[in-house]
Every structure is written in structure tokens, then in C-alpha cells.
């Protein structure tokens, strides 16, 4: 790398922002709830300034996530799959805010499936091209909307996504199944019992899911352990339908922070596969990757 350099991770819900050190060295990180959707009338370079505004106005910007979506910044169309980080870098949509930050805008990957359901990710693929140096090839980007992403050589294939975080959410905060719950730390053991009941039966999510209420109304699961349970059986309902497409000899990279990452480590544990840790940074490694190749840093 040849300069110091901005990268972004702007989602939905979410902001990052990280100064990196010529070296790839973080140097400093931003981390806020302005996502996108709390950017209100489109006025995102004020967003901006507001959040990084102290970092040198100088320093090149690479921005991933759905900030170049339909409801970002500024939407760029998705790139079909397979593509590589090269592609990526041609299709880098340049723009210099009215301060004179020079911003490098990324987009993401659609894909379309055999049974001609479209597909598409923001983000998750910056995430990928920055851990191909792993050596492996199949990668799971938990989250809001959780993806199972494949690799061929130095490009991403074909993925699937699953709203599985966006399924917890509702079900903990707007069904009779959150209502027993109590807070309490994650609870290991009724998160395995959700996951092995959910790999048992995937088919019968629907039904299943209803002991979330019936084993707390008949003191058979403590109410601290209730969202535990009820996490293992949404994350191993996914992990159920993930491994019919995906081999299962072959190991898998969980790119997430230790949290939701240790939650899906396991998950996967218990289905028989090998999964380990990759970078929940490796969105910075792949921006650089990406700039590089378009001769930005």
C-alpha cells in the first residue's frame, strides 16, 4: 500500500469508518447508529463530516455497504457474478463531496440462482476479496441478512442469503414468543438444543419455534434462556438449508465479530462442518485490495 486511506462500512442500520495506515494498520474507528436510514433528506455528506469530519479532508474515502443502494447516497447497479475484486475496482463510481473528501464508492454483486430466484449483497463481497488469503474457498457473513458466499480462484461465484437476524429480531420483539423472555447472558446450552432441533426438523420451523413459549410456560426453559433457545433455532433452521448446496467436507470462514461469530461457529460446529474465525475487519483489508487495483492508494 502505498497511502494513508479512509474505509467505510456504511449499512442499513449502521456506520464504521476506519484511518488506515499506509501499512493496512488501523489507526483509529469510528462506529455509530447512523446508517443509512437514519440520514434524513438525503443529506449524507453532512452525515458524514458530522462523524469523521476531524479526519484529514485529504485522505482518499473507500465506501462499501449500502450506502450504494437504492435508498443510499448514491445507487450504483449491482455487478453479476462471478466477479472479482479487479471488477469491482473498474466499477468504482468516484465522487468529491463539497468539503473536497474524494469518495471511491463501491458497489455490490447480484447473483441468480439455479431456480432463477435473484440474489443480491452489499458489502459481504469487500468482505470476502479481503480474506482470500486464508486459502479457503466458502465464507458466511453473518448478520441482518446472513449470506453462505462460494469462491473459485480470485472470484466470488455464487452465494445464498438468509434474514435470519431480521427474523430473530421480529419474532424476540413483535410475536407472543418474546413475552416470556427475560435478559440475561447468552445461555450455550438451550442455543444447542435450539440448533439441534432446528438440523432434526428444518422443515418445521414454523411449528417449532413455538416451544420458545410452551417450555417457559411449563418451566421446562428459564426465561433468561428463552432468546438463546430461539436464536439456535432461527441460526440452525439456516445452517440446515445452507449445507444441502454447500460441501460438507469442505471449511468454512465466519467473518464476524465474536459475538454473532461465535454464535454461527458453533452452529456450524454442531452441523459437522469445519469452520473457523476469519477477520470481522476484513472489510478494510478488501477496500484496499480494491483500491489498489484501481490505483487510488
Not at 422443515?203 to 417449532?208: D, S
Request: proline residues 5%; charged residues 20%.
Amino acid at each position: 500500500m502505498s497511502a494513508d486511506f479512509i474505509a467505510l462500512d456504511w449499512g442499513t442500520t449502521s456506520f464504521r469508518a476506519y484511518r488506515v495506515a499506509a501499512d493496512g494498520h488501523v489507526l483509529d474507528t469510528i462506529a455509530a447508529t447512523e446508517g443509512i436510514l437514519a440520514v434524513k433528506d438525503g443529506l449524507f455528506e453532512e452525515a458524514l463530516e458530522a462523524l469523521i469530519g476531524a479526519w484529514d479532508v485529504k485522505l482518499p474515502v473507500l465506501a462499501a455497504g449500502m450506502i450504494t443502494s437504492r435508498q443510499g447516497w448514491i445507487e450504483l447497479p449491482y455487478l453479476p457474478c462471478p466477479a472479482s475484486a479487479a471488477d469491482l475496482a473498474r466499477a468504482l463510481h468516484m465522487h468529491t463531496t463539497l468539503s473536497g473528501r474524494r469518495i471511491a464508492f463501491a458497489t455490490g454483486l447480484s447473483y441468480r440462482a439455479p431456480d432463477g430466484m435473484p440474489d443480491v449483497m452489499r458489502s459481504e463481497e469487500t468482505q470476502v476479496f479481503g480474506s482470500l488469503d486464508m486459502g479457503i474457498s466458502h465464507f458466511v457473513t453473518p448478520g441482518t441478512h446472513s449470506k453462505w458466499i462460494t469462491t473459485e480462484g480470485d472470484r466470488l461465484v455464487h452465494y445464498a442469503t438468509y434474514v435470519t437476524g431480521e427474523v430473530f429480531a421480529a419474532l424476540k420483539d413483535h410475536t407472543i414468543l418474546g413475552r416470556l423472555m427475560a435478559p440475561g447472558p447468552d445461555d450455550d446450552e438451550a442455543f444447542a438444543t435450539g440448533v439441534r432441533a432446528a438440523l432434526d426438523d428444518p422443515a418445521g420451523f414454523l411449528h417449532r419455534i413455538f416451544s420458545a413459549r410452551s417450555l417457559g410456560l411449563f418451566g421446562e426453559l428459564a426465561p433468561e434462556a428463552i432468546s438463546s433457545y430461539l436464536s439456535g433455532q432461527v441460526i440452525g433452521t439456516e445452517v440446515a438449508h445452507a449445507i444441502r448446496d454447500n460441501p460438507h467436507d469442505a471449511e468454512y470462514a465466519v467473518l464476524a465479530s465474536p459475538g454473532i461469530g461465535g454464535r454461527y461457529v458453533k452452529a456450524i460446529e454442531i452441523a459437522g462442518l469445519k469452520v473457523r474465525y476469519g477477520d470481522p475487519q476484513a472489510i478494510v483489508k478488501g477496500l484496499a485490495i480494491i483500491a489498489r487495483k484501481a490505483g487510488i492508494i
